[in-house]
């Protein structure tokens, strides 16, 4: 599976942001597709999830950004509100068969957020 993610970018404190992340080749393994972020200096986290209609976060986000998926064009989405310093990161998408299997997994977009 190859994952191409995009939408990052330069944005103030309380705006949003949009990132894609479009999965082609063998995608029928590709059950949970997710988020995570590393920021300078810090492990990479979790960010969001889904799997079928389920979704998680972490907790610092819940309530901010939401993740969906097109399963017509095996697309992920995560739409990211009221944006804090605190959410600058490379964020990069994944994809497998469960949470702690991602196997697959994109090149990173940067997200900055100014304060």
């Known amino acids: 599976v190859q994952l191409q993610a995009s939408g990052g970018g330069l944005v103030q404190a309380g705006g949003s942001l949009r990132l894609s992340c479009a999965a082609s080749?063998?995608?029928?393994?590709?059950?949970?597709m997710g988020w995570f972020r590393q920021a300078p200096g810090k492990e990479r986290e979790f960010v969001a999830a889904?799997?079928?209609?389920?979704?998680s976060y972490v907790d610092s986000v819940k309530g901010r950004f939401t993740i969906s998926r097109d399963y017509a064009t095996n697309t992920a989405y995560l739409q990211m509100n009221s944006l804090k310093s605190e959410d600058t990161a490379v964020y990069y998408c994944?994809?497998?068969?469960?949470?702690?299997?991602?196997?697959?997994w994109g090149k990173g977009t940067q997200v900055t957020v100014s304060s």
């Open positions: 080749g063998r995608t029928f393994g590709s059950i949970v």
């Open positions: 889904i799997r079928w209609s389920t979704t």
């Open positions: 994944a994809a497998g068969k469960a949470l702690d299997g991602m196997d697959s």
